[in-house]
């Protein structure tokens, strides 16, 4: 219970039902914050504990300077946690781990449940490797369970063993749609108390509910299991952009055309680690749906979220979908009643400010490698010639591809024909993604748009790979309804999963004929997706180019087959009288998409797809599950794994120790990322993680990816800090998992696993150097453990982002920061030195020193002396660090309350 210092706890009646709420009209100044504030003050308020959140936390919150720069660190406790199954296995396994370490310390297992509901979708697992066919779901989703029976055996088991934890299973949606559309509370009601829905997930496009109204983003796993078990999530409360919204779109400008707009404003604005919030009379003309689509992407721009205010539309959405009146009512109530609730008249004070008349939005597409290149579409052609250079080195052609390079290639095909493709060709046309196939106005456009095309007897081109994967099952029931399934499908676009697929690098393998060619003759091949990301080989290894578009120009650019395409001036091809049709000839109107809207989508259609949501199909019911409250680890298995967080773990925390006679393991340069200290990319043979394969006789072609492994942690410890790119500067111009391993003979080159493991042997600790912005890009948790189970006791940096440090806390490791203006260059630092790190011990008294002395001593005796900067920066993370992580801090407290 909250300490409700500011006496805020009331009451409110909604349809004759009494609840209880902690009003934020208690709190003077809250009324002047923006919404999002608003949401993290009414956190604060009912979650004050006197600890980590003070009465103080709420007042700096309350008077809050826009003006300013972050600095006061609060304590957000989210109302729920999301996952989606690459990044949610590793969860499971570890609050499976934790049931056992309880058990082993004289508790009971039945205790280490989510406080918090946490649910997850399954939907990163399937991949398209047949398309175009009416069967091609039916053989996906076949491989997918062959593929992964292992990891959902045992999710199965962990959704029976978990109260307050359920799993959606493959083949419902996209994770992000299911939650928008089902999931979604928008106001929490817990035991007749009424609170904001807020929600963390594992992936970073959680912010697609912050079209909702839901506060939220994504975070790394480590985060995401403290958020489950009722742990506060540290941060600053941050600057916050008000992003003015005013006028209406033209005609034939989707949703994807605003949201590219908004992208490319907001990166060369810079909002990394800010919040956006969506404010002004235009907002209410903007559909929930494409709310959400603008939410979606802001890991795209790198705001923190890109939230829009709860209103009318709010409710409007909650009935379609299916969500209850009485729930309705209490958003309603609950948000007037707060402060909550959108007045176009009303606004808040923001930190910096951004305005877009949605009118001057212009048809656009990003690409070729990120989602901020916005191209406006009457420029793509021009652009994309100027883009290929930088792929190719080969000559302009003739005729029609004057001022290009060109390499004609003829192929001949077993199953698509004979044809000549070159470069520039479109290889993947893929409507896939949480970002557009939530979005009814530009699905249905896009089935509109195929069957104009039909009519008019276009047809795609035959090197070119269609595929569908809707974000929900609902998506198919209008296009059903709406009679236009056999046109998508007449253009090659069949159902082929419902999943995350290419915009994940899921979309499976070419034409094989067309990937030979394409590899033989080294052509700038492209895809265009529907989806929100499009780095350079994320997408297909054969596509160099990757650009976003609507769904209506991903079928539009499968007809061209090709880039160098201008759509004003060149057809897409002629009708059955031989006539030229061009994109203007077949592109919807925006009266026939919101007539198709209006008749072909209903309430009833979110009730049935929805109603056993958790149930699955006979495929997932018929798994041989595990049962009993621990789960039955297999010591033969590749896939999940026990974690060895908690082995030989006593009731009480071992004082923590000063560090002496340490090693580097990496030195490492600015702006190292999570994905260079943990890759999610395919295992290369001959490295740690494939020798560990191999020695279990997986096959070279099973090896599948260190994503899809993430639940056991022996392949994951092997790849940490294995990125192809990774440049540790103890070697010189070498780029790899490769360090000096200072155990043998002149220290020699070798794996970084494999030197961790000589050092474990002779009981060296080792530490990494690092420079500015440690640990930028995606949270992942596992850049965290697999630098713990290294053997890494430091990461001494000259900066480190803020989810990163606080995952190194969460798994006992130290983060240092060199003083202010040094650097490990600057102090002349090479990391053959072996290090001393005195001070760290005062934290057993309780008090968590500012600084620690650092001394480095080279070979010849000579030292370098430096205080490090201690960065742990709450009390909280320090009881984390006593524990030696977050997860046994968490464990232990739950016995001795028991």
């Known amino acids: 219970m909250s300490l409700n ?150 999710l199965r088991w962990g959704q029976g063993a978990f109260s307050n934890f359920r799993v959606v299973p493959p083949g419902t949606g996209i994770v992000h749609q299911v939650n928008i559309e089902y999931l979604a509370r928008v106001i929490m009601d817990n035991e007749k108390v009424l609170y904001p829905d807020t929600c963390v997930g594992t992936d970073s496009h959680t912010t697609m509910e912050n079209g909702l109204g839901i506060l939220g983003w994504g975070v790394g796993g480590i985060e995401a299991e403290a958020a489950m078990l009722g742990q506060p999530i540290s941060m600053l409360i941050p600057r916050v952009v008000g992003f003015k919204l005013t006028g209406q779109t033209k005609p034939g400008v989707t949703a994807t055309d605003v949201v590219l707009t908004i992208t490319d404003m907001l990166r060369q604005h810079g909002v990394v680690g800010k919040f956006v919030e969506f404010y002004g009379e235009g907002i209410s003309a903007v559909p929930l749906a494409n709310r959400a689509t603008i939410g979606n992407m802001s890991p795209e721009y790198g705001s923190t979220c890109a939230i829009f205010p709860i209103d009318q539309e709010t409710l409007d959405y909650m009935r379609l979908t299916g969500r209850d009146d009485d729930a309705i009512a209490r958003v309603e109530a609950y948000t007037k009643a707060q402060g909550l609730w959108h007045y176009p008249n009303v606004e808040a004070e923001y930190s910096e400010y951004l305005e877009l008349d949605l009118g001057t939005v212009m048809p656009s597409i990003a690409g070729p490698k990120r989602p901020q290149d916005r191209i406006t579409l009457d420029r793509a052609k021009e652009t994309w010639r100027e883009a290929v250079r930088a792929y190719t080195n080969d000559l302009a052609g003739e005729g029609d591809l004057a001022g290009r390079p060109s390499r004609p290639v003829h192929v001949t095909t077993a199953n698509h024909g004979e044809f000549d493709i070159d470069h520039g060709i479109v290889g993947i046309a893929s409507i896939t993604s949480c970002t557009n196939t939530s979005n009814p106005s530009v699905m249905l456009s896009a089935g509109l748009l195929a069957r104009n095309a039909v009519k008019r007897g276009l047809f795609v081109k035959p090197w070119v790979k269609t595929t569908m994967g809707p974000g929900s099952q609902v998506v198919t029931d209008y296009y059903e309804t709406a009679g236009l399934w056999e046109y998508l499908q007449k253009l090659g676009f069949y159902l082929s999963g419902y999943g995350c697929t290419a915009c994940i690098g899921n979309g499976g393998p070419l034409i094989p004929e067309v990937s030979q060619a394409i590899q033989d003759n080294d052509l700038a091949a492209c895809s265009v997706l529907s989806g929100n990301r499009n780095f350079e080989g994320r997408i297909n290894p054969d596509i160099k180019m990757n650009y976003l578009a609507s769904p209506p120009l991903v079928i539009a650019y499968a007809i061209a087959g090709t880039l160098d395409i201008d759509f004003d001036t060149q057809p897409l091809g002629t009708d059955h009288e031989g006539n030229e049709v061009f994109l203007r000839d077949i592109w919807p109107s925006d009266e026939d998409i919101d007539s198709i809207i209006s008749s072909a989508i209903t309430e009833d259609m979110y009730a049935k797809d929805y109603a056993d949501v958790f149930a699955g199909d006979t495929r997932w019911q018929s798994l041989d599950t595990p049962e009993g409250d621990t789960f039955a680890w297999n010591e033969d298995s590749t896939y999940i794994r026990k974690a060895p967080y908690f082995d030989g773990m006593g009731l009480e925390p071992e004082p923590v120790t000063d560090v002496e006679g340490a090693r580097v393991l990496a030195k490492l340069g600015d702006s190292v990322t999570t994905d260079h200290i943990s890759p999610a990319s395919a295992i290369k043979p001959g490295t740690p993680a494939a020798q560990y394969l191999d020695s279990y006789g997986v096959a070279q072609k099973d090896y599948n990816s260190f994503g ?87 990461v001494i940096a000259e900066s480190f982002e803020r989810i990163h440090r606080s995952n190194l806390i969460g798994m006992g490791v130290i983060p240092l920061q060199f003083p202010a203006g040094e650097s490990h260059e600057s102090l002349g630092l090479n990391g053959t030195e072996v290090y001393d790190i005195a001070g760290i011990t005062e934290l057993n008294s309780g008090i968590t020193p500012k600084t620690v002395k650092v001394t480095a001593t080279n070979e010849d005796g000579t030292a370098v002396t430096f205080d490090a900067i201690v960065r742990i920066d709450t009390p909280g993370e320090a009881d984390y660090y006593r524990n030696g992580g977050i997860l046994q801090y968490v464990l232990r407290n739950m016995v001795k309350n028991d």
């Open 708 to 794: 899809s492994r993430r639940g056991n942690h022996e392949i994951m410890v092997r790849g940490t800090f294995a990125n192809i790119r990774l440049q540790n500067q103890l070697l010189d111009g070498v780029s790899g998992g490769y360090t000096r391993d200072f155990t043998q003979p002149e220290a020699p080159q070798s794996f970084i696993y494999d030197a961790a493991q000589n050092y474990a042997a002779a009981g060296i600790p080792l530490v990494v150097l690092g420079g500015k912005e440690y640990g930028t890009g995606s949270s992942r948790d596992w850049a965290a453990k697999g630098t713990a189970l290294l053997g890494v006791k430091a």
């Open 5 to 154: 210092s500011f006496n805020a706890l009331d009451t409110l009646e909604v349809n004759g039902q009494q609840y209880s709420y902690y009003n934020l009209n208690s709190v003077p100044g809250v009324e002047k914050l923006p919404y999002a504030l608003k949401v993290l003050a009414e956190n604060l308020l009912r979650t004050e504990d006197g600890a980590n959140v003070t009465a103080e936390h709420i007042n700096a919150l309350a008077h809050w300077d826009p003006s300013a720069d972050p600095s006061v660190e609060i304590q957000f406790t989210p109302a729920r946690v999301l996952m989606q199954d690459f990044t949610g296995v590793p969860c499971v396994v570890d609050l499976a781990t934790m049931r056992q370490a309880v058990t082993a310390l004289g508790g009971d297992p039945d205790q280490v449940n989510p406080l918090n509901p946490a649910e997850m979708v399954i939907d990163h697992s399937v991949i398209v490797e047949f398309f175009g066919t009416p069967d091609a779901i039916e053989r996906n989703v076949a491989i997918e369970y062959e593929r992964n029976e292992e990891r959902y055996q045992f």
